[in-house]
Nanobody, 118 residues
Framework: QVQLVESGGGLVQPGGSLRLSCAASRNIFSIFRMGWYRQAPGKQRELVAGITSGGSTNYADSVKGRFTISRDSATNTVYLQMNSLKPEDTAVYYC????????????WGQGTQVTVSS
């Protein structure tokens, strides 16, 4: 079992920055693909950014050039640095972990609210 705990959400003005953190309960990065998803009211959950066990990253087109996903194996933490935030980035952001050999082994965090508003 793996617990994922997000933090770092909040209210920020358009153009501002936030850094989200996802702390895993144990070292899983070598066998799990990590990702950040978001869900806005009335919309489906969507992938924002992902990082593979090998360190390759991918981003939704809507956040390319503004968001950066990274990880720190020493602290079992995945980060999402969000810059140049827009009102349309407002959503609950979730951390996700999927086992690289079995996609049925999947974990989610509880989510953290990000609100971009003036």
């Amino acid at each position: 079992q793996v617990q994922l705990v997000e933090s770092g959400g909040g209210l920020v003005q358009p153009g501002g920055s936030l850094r989200l953190s996802c702390a895993a309960s144990r070292n899983i990065f070598s066998i799990f693909r990590m990702g950040w998803y978001r869900q806005a009211p009335g919309k489906q959950r969507e992938l924002v950014a992902g990082i593979t066990s090998g360190g390759s990253t991918n981003y939704a087109d809507s956040v390319k050039g503004r968001f950066t996903i990274s990880r720190d194996s020493a602290t079992n933490t995945v980060y999402l640095q969000m810059n140049s935030l827009k009102p349309e980035d407002t959503a609950v952001y979730y951390c996700n972990a999927v086992h690289i050999f079995s996609r049925s082994v999947e974990y989610w965090g509880q989510g953290t609210q990000v609100t971009v508003s003036s």
